[in-house]
């Protein structure tokens, strides 16, 4: 039996690794692996269970991983509107706007959540692999735009709670404020005399916030503290493959599954992050060109009709010809069936056409569906159905 | 075999499990020869190094295998392995019930979540490269010190 963990692999070589300043507490509960250059948490009580909890109540996240980055200067907006694919002058004060770096092709050198925090700050959080890449990038980009880049990741401990209930668990520490923040939206509150910059935003499809808290050595107390306040509603403490599953069942985008400097926003469905206006952006005509034109793969959900599960690089066919192929896929803790993501052709992406997944050498059939995966009216943060707490 | 406790009839290395009427692979796959044929299976430390299995695809019956060679794998959300057939022959019968409990593996790896029955083409040759208990007890000694 040969075991291949893919990216989430398990720790062998632990030379060079960083770890978050929550280590201890996953060293202690949880199975440890490496992500991104930092020995993370891959699971504690089990995947399924850490992926029910978010889905039904509530669960906890360290997510401290990932990059943040400030970019302050009176010329801080300019910079964004030029470097990214969105437009951030009229973003409001405390407002989150998802964006795209793009190369000259189009291709995504990293996808972020920018936060302005006041007229001349913007907050950004990038994913951990790119970290580096996107301040070589933004440096070389900077010029003569009046602007400081300043990398705050390891400063500042960055913790998820996520789950139709994390409301609830959040008032009891920060009082009905909480509840107030409206989704995208940001606000300050104080945490044991730490100022904590607290957004309801997240990566796994239901209501939840993200709590960025700017002083390291606080972290065990919040940590400890939501665990505390959740605790009435089963709170679980989640890792790694929980993220994986819950973003892949609301159908989100992980870079270096979905997106690459390959890939444009436009072939993964991203338009929301893109805003053509007169404003030049790096990236600008070959995005335009795609839109007016048509492009030459675009991204799908599948959903397994037949048993088995998609796996990223697996190949997607249609009448035997291959026609694209699997970027991310595992088996549904919710649907309890094999669910994936992939790049076709685009005249074979319509909703609901049947193409067949070779998985390990079977042909196994799967339909093209919509995301999310899970039913909008019962799951995710605009559901319908009262909670099961 | 009535009236032996369990640590005669297995032993353990750290938290997991190493029956003693077993032999092994280096690949964590188990064998039990039973009236001429094979009953086969992945080991306890297999199943916890995969944690939660979601999905196994079972060989074919008829199928034929062949000693350390796939004959179908075992997946949990996140990995995927494959399982070798510890010995060669042909697949007689399979276990249907992980097509809807794949946790059956790691429940019981040894009893209830066995994956195949093998009718061996060359036995007696082929359990001469397989571990015993000792030897198998001892991979895993030299994999955790690893860790």
């Known amino acids: 039996m040969q075991i291949s963990f893919g990216r989430l692999s398990r720790r062998n070589d632990v030379k060079n690794m960083k770890?978050?300043?929550?280590?201890?507490?996953?060293?202690?509960?949880?199975?440890?692996?490496?992500?991104?250059?930092?020995?993370?948490?891959?699971?504690?009580?089990?995947?399924?269970?850490?992926?029910?909890?978010?889905?039904?109540?509530?669960?906890?996240?360290?997510?401290?991983?990932?990059?943040?980055?400030?970019?302050?200067?009176?010329?801080?907006?300019?910079?964004?509107?030029?470097?990214?694919t969105n437009n951030y002058s009229q973003l409001d004060v405390m407002k989150a706007q998802h964006a795209f770096l793009c190369n000259s092709r189009g291709g995504v050198i990293d996808d972020f959540l920018a936060f302005k925090l006041g007229e001349n700050e913007f907050f950004l959080v990038v994913n951990a692999m790119n970290?580096?890449?996107?301040?070589?990038?933004?440096?070389?980009?900077?010029?003569?735009?009046?602007?400081?880049?300043?990398d705050l990741t390891e400063k500042v401990p960055m913790i998820a709670v996520q789950g139709p209930l994390s409301s609830n668990a959040l008032r009891k520490i920060f009082g009905d404020e909480i509840v107030k923040i409206k989704h995208m939206w940001s606000s300050w509150f104080s945490f044991n005399g730490v100022r904590t910059l607290i957004s309801r935003t997240g990566y796994t499809g239901e209501d939840g916030f993200e709590l960025y808290l700017l002083e390291e050595e606080k972290a065990f107390d919040l940590w400890d503290a939501i665990m505390k306040a959740g605790s009435e509603f089963n709170i679980e403490p989640c890792g790694l493959a929980a993220r994986d599953t819950l973003r892949l069942e609301a159908g989100f985008c992980l870079y270096g599954n979905e997106l690459d400097e390959e890939t444009t926003p436009i072939e993964a469905g991203l338009k929301f992050g893109v805003r053509f206006d007169d404003r030049e952006f790096i990236g600008k005509e070959a995005l335009l060109r795609q839109v007016r034109k048509g492009v030459r793969k675009i991204r799908v959900g599948l959903r397994m009709i037949e048993r088995g599960i998609p796996r990223k690089g697996m190949s997607i066919l249609k009448s035997g010809k291959e026609i694209g192929y699997v970027t991310s896929g595992t088996m549904s803790p919710l649907l309890k069936i094999g669910i994936g993501m992939g790049y076709v052709s685009p005249e074979y992406s319509r909703v609901g056409d049947r193409v067949k997944i070779s998985v390990r050498g079977r042909l196994a059939e799967a339909e093209i569906v919509k995301f999310p995966f899970y039913d909008k009216r019962q799951y995710g943060r605009k559901r319908e159905t009262n909670l099961k707490a | 075999m009535s009236g032996e406790n369990i640590s005669e009839r297995s032993i353990m290395v750290d938290e997991y499990e190493v029956r003693m009427d077993l032999l092994y692979t280096e690949e964590h796959e188990w064998v039990k020869v039973e009236d001429g044929n094979t009953r086969v299976g992945v080991t306890d430390y297999a199943q916890k190094s995969l944690h939660e299995i979601v999905y196994v695809e079972l060989p074919k019956e008829g199928m034929e295998v062949k000693q350390m060679k796939p004959m179908g794998t075992a997946e949990s959300i996140k990995a995927v392995s494959e399982v070798y057939s510890p010995i060669s022959g042909r697949v007689i019968k399979i276990n249907e019930r992980l097509r809807e409990s794949p946790e059956l593996v790691n429940e019981s790896p040894y009893d209830e979540g066995w994956i195949a029955l093998i009718e061996p083409s060359n036995l007696d040759e082929e359990l001469k490269r397989l571990l015993t208990p000792k030897q198998y007890a001892n991979l895993l000694r030299k994999i955790i010190e690893k860790k």
């Not at chain 1, 009580?45 to 400030?70: C, N, Y």
């Not at chain 1, 580096?132 to 010029?143: L, P, Q, R, T, Y």
């Open chain 1, 19 to 84: 770890r978050t300043v929550l280590f201890s507490f996953h060293e202690k509960h949880g199975r440890i692996g490496k992500y991104a250059g930092y020995e993370m948490p891959l699971w504690y009580k089990g995947v399924i269970s850490e992926h029910m909890a978010v889905r039904d109540r509530v669960g906890i996240f360290d997510t401290s991983h990932m990059g943040r980055l400030l970019i302050k200067g009176s010329q801080a907006a300019n910079l964004l509107n030029y470097i990214s």
């Open chain 1, 131 to 150: 970290r580096e890449k996107d301040i070589k990038w933004i440096k070389e980009n900077m010029g003569s735009f009046n602007v400081a880049l300043l």
